[in-house]
């Protein structure tokens, strides 16, 4: 809730004109609690996660030869009905297990100082800090996920998230309850770090949930504007983490590949697309050669 009575008050409080969006900011919030505003990331997650699947799931019940090319694993096609059941329970989900979580975190996206008010901070002070909340993030679940691969932790929890084989977009948050509360953890580490403005920790999560709903997409497209992120993981990267299964040593990363390099993570992987690369240019000519697993 904003402690100015109006928006002349809000201006005459920062010596200067409101912006545009701050204009439209103040309009917005200015009667809504903090609470209330912190927990709309249940909202955009639900409404992120209902629509940007949607062209993904097309494309693949369309079969058009256009997408299909793209397809990593183009042996495999999920039928509409276990992708629907997959929409399901990720919603289920995400309304019993992410949104109580958001509830009962209120107090600690206070307590590190996400902050609600004016001015809103500037493109380059988001930019920076969803920077720090991707690399923190992405660090920490590194090492979350290779735990999650030894025998207990695979068996009792990440089990749930390889039961896809060749991912699916609405796959990306198929996680035990258990997982959504460990990555939680991960995801909260960055802003909790560097603390801002909710807008920019809204604009996180909505960020990451994209990037984790195309990195399952089980398509690579060579148009995706992720393409031009340096270490990128994208699509075909993690799709061989999941196409390997529970005994994949490879890939865990969730976002970057500069992890799987530095602790040599990614042999498996690089040896696979080496050795797709050369049955692509001699025997099989452009077909894949092993399994469905495509690579570029
Ligand atoms: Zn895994
Ligand atoms: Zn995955």
């Given at each position: 809730m904003l402690p100015y009575k109006s928006i002349e008050a809000a201006a005459a409080q920062l010596g200067r004109n409101l912006t545009y969006a701050e204009t439209l900011w103040f309009n917005y919030s200015a009667e809504k609690s903090d609470g209330v505003l912190a927990c709309h990331?249940?909202?955009?997650?639900?409404?992120?996660?209902?629509?940007?699947?949607?062209?993904?799931?097309?494309i693949q019940l369309l079969r058009?030869?256009?997408?299909?090319?793209?397809?990593?694993?183009?042996?495999?096609?999920?039928?509409?009905?276990?992708?629907?059941?997959?929409?399901?329970?990720?919603?289920?989900?995400?309304?019993?297990?992410?949104?109580?979580?958001?509830?009962?975190?209120?107090?600690?996206?206070?307590?590190?100082?996400?902050h609600t008010?004016?001015?809103?901070?500037?493109?380059?002070?988001?930019?920076?800090?969803?920077?720090?909340?991707?690399?923190?993030?992405?660090?920490?679940?590194?090492w979350m996920h290779r735990f999650l691969h030894c025998k207990w932790g695979y068996e009792k929890i990440h089990k749930v998230h390889h039961h896809y084989t060749s991912p699916i977009a609405f796959a990306a948050p198929y996680?035990?309850?258990?997982?959504?509360?460990?990555?939680?953890?991960?995801?909260?580490l960055g802003p909790a770090m560097v603390p801002g403005h909710v807008v920019t920790f809204w604009l996180w999560f909505v960020l990451r949930q994209m990037e984790a709903l195309e990195t399952h997409s089980g398509y690579d497209f060579p148009w995706s504007v992720t393409k031009c992120i340096p270490f990128y993981g994208g699509a075909e990267y993690h799709d061989y983490h999941h196409y390997v299964g529970g005994q994949s040593q490879s890939n865990f990363a969730s976002v970057f590949t500069y992890c799987d390099y530095i602790y040599g993570t990614d042999k498996g992987y690089r040896y696979q697309k080496k050795a797709l690369k050369k049955l692509r240019e001699g025997v099989n000519g452009g077909e894949d050669g092993d399994g469905g697993f495509k690579s570029d």
């Open positions: 990331n249940i909202l955009f997650v639900c409404l992120i996660f209902s629509v940007v699947p949607l062209p993904f799931v097309f058009s030869p256009f997408f299909e090319k793209h397809k990593i694993q183009p042996k495999i096609q999920t039928p509409a009905a276990e992708i629907f059941n997959c929409y399901k329970d990720v919603m289920l989900n995400l309304l019993f297990v992410v949104g109580p979580l958001q509830l009962v975190s209120y107090p600690s996206v206070k307590a590190v100082g996400i008010g004016l001015p809103l901070p500037s493109v380059g002070e988001i930019a920076a800090q969803l920077l720090v909340y991707f690399v923190v993030e992405d660090y920490t679940t590194y996680l035990h309850w258990a997982e959504i509360l460990i990555l939680g953890i991960a995801s909260f």
